[in-house]
Nanobody, 124 residues
Framework: QVQVVESGGGLVQAGGSLRLSCAASGRTFSGNTMGWFRRAPGKEREFVAGLSWIGANLYYSDSVKGRFTISRDNAQNTMVLQMNSLKPEDTAIYYC?????????????????WGHGTQVTVSS
């Protein structure tokens, strides 16, 4: 059974940092695109950052570019989202997801395996 589990959320003041981790089990995702999404209260789930195996391409939404960094450790089947210079508008539930594709994609529908999410709250 495939499981994707996030950890590392919490409460932080604006300007602070948090590090989210994602652990996958049940199969290896070293050849698949993986990503982070988030859902703020009253909003749709949105793409945050992704990492494709092909070309080792890292890509980000405009709202987090320059502040967040995504990385993965294929040997450990894990992925990390380092979040710096956090803003109150970053407050959301953050989800880790794995895609069936190997190319870059930010579409929710292209991701098949999802974690339950971890809460990130940024106070002003």
């Amino acid at each position: 059974q495939v499981q994707v589990v996030e950890s590392g959320g919490g409460l932080v003041q604006a300007g602070g940092s948090l590090r989210l981790s994602c652990a996958a089990s049940g199969r290896t995702f070293s050849g698949n695109t993986m990503g982070w999404f988030r859902r703020a209260p009253g909003k749709e789930r949105e793409f945050v950052a992704g990492l494709s195996w092909i070309g080792a391409n890292l890509y980000y939404s405009d709202s987090v570019k320059g502040r967040f960094t995504i990385s993965r450790d294929n040997a450990q089947n894990t992925m990390v989202l380092q979040m710096n210079s956090l803003k109150p508008e970053d407050t959301a539930i953050y989800y880790c997801a794995a895609s069936r594709y190997v190319y870059s994609t930010s579409r929710v529908a292209d991701y098949d395996y999802w974690g339950h999410g971890t809460q990130v709250t940024v106070s002003s």
